[in-house]
């Protein structure tokens, strides 16, 4: 182990100052719910799930049916509530209040919105015992256990982003980067510690800043991308460093400059170097072709897919790589392609491989689900198929309709900026109607 050595200069001046954050655990209230839920639709007459959701359904308005999910998707959704996973949002107490002919707090038991949106749908982001030994540990000697501890902390905030928004996530997000700098400016450790707490300052930064540029606050987050960079360089952690300069790259990709973007992609696949495992290097390669299919690079689209494809063929054990490529895999390079393709605008590639991916994608990541079903829809458009992209952007409409992401509702502009082309379409012509009024 190496001597004790302080914190140094890792408080940006993005981070908001720390409020004190109420909690609620609304764990066994959805579980008490859910089962309520679920005793109702199996009371006479009984009513299997799929019956269930096209009931619902038809107790939506004509002005909010656009925005409710279809019927295989709600299907699962009650899956979900009935087990006690998440609460039903407003739009679809209201359906199965009207359904049922009974009031809301007979049904849910809770007021609207009593609860925020964290708590309401997701609880991985409960306080426990850390923040209480931070305090007690202000100023004096931290070790491995608390770097454990912070390591399982940014985890869940990564499996909280799955599901949920940047809008829903900011607060917590920044919150527990803050509480990594503080541990690190604060307290004294080994020089082993010192290294690790980097590490870990640098994760929290590349999902606080990968939460921040979903909110559509990009500026945070390039600045927050920026601070996990020195830590991680600072820890000598190449892999990380790629990750972090990665993801500034796929936001100025979306946002700035194509070519600046692919200049920044081309540097994290350097960062990450040839020792790199598998996952690490296909991912650096997938940036850099997004990269390259924005500034319309076909022919650096085309190698870097394959050199992504090749990187993730080589296997290797998941165990030797970091916790945050978790969701590096086959399918979503596939979605990368797919993308890609779509982005070059040559759909004939692109709408099998989405249509492909789309048939088995978890339905609970909704954000991603939408922001999908956005390319597929530009890809039928471009495909000449205006019906077809109507209902793919449709129910890309309805996911996204209670999702707290500036990239999905950009994506929806997009969508129905792309589909006036054909407003003559009835079909089309009738979602931009519906989506005008909404």
Known sequence: ????????????????????????????????IGARLREVRESSPYWTRGEMARLLRDKATPQELPHIAHVKDLTDMIKQWEAGKWIPRPRYRALYCRLLGK?????????????????????????GDLPARIDAISGGRVGSGVVADLSARVHGLRLADDVLAGGDLLAPAFRELRTAVRVYEESTYTEDVGRELLTVIGEFAQIAGWIASDAGQHR??????RLGIDAAREAGDGTLVSNLIGSLAYQTSNVRDAREALALACEALDAAGPDATPRARALAWDRVAWAAARAQDAQTTTRALGEARMAL????????????????DAGELQIMEARAYTELRRPLRAVPLLVDVLGRYDTTHT???????????IALADANEPEQAAAAASRMLEL???????RTAKRANVV???????????AV?????NAQDA
Not at 6 to 16: C, E, I, T, V, Y
Not at 106 to 123: I, K, R, T, Y
Not at 220 to 225: E, G, K, L, P, V
């Open 1 to 32: 182990m190496g001597e004790d050595r302080g914190g140094s200069r890792f408080l940006p001046d993005p981070l908001p100052p720390r409020r004190r954050e109420v909690r609620h655990d609304m764990s066994a209230e959805k579980k008490i």
């Open 313 to 328: 063929d080589e296997g290797g054990t998941v165990e030797g790589d970091p916790a945050y490529l978790y969701w590096v």
């Open 416 to 426: 129905l900026n792309r589909l006036r082309h054909f407003a003559d379409v009835p």
């Open 400 to 406: 996204s309709a209670d999702v707290a992401s500036e």
């Open 103 to 127: 009031p809301e707090a007979e049904l849910f038991g809770v007021e609207s919105d009593a609860a925020p949106s964290l708590g309401s749908d997701f609880d991985l982001l409960a306080q």
């Open 367 to 377: 954000r991603e689900l939408a922001l999908y079903l956005s390319w597929l829809a």
């Open 429 to 433: 012509r009738a979602l931009l109607d």
């Open 220 to 225: 945070r987050a390039a600045d927050t991308y």
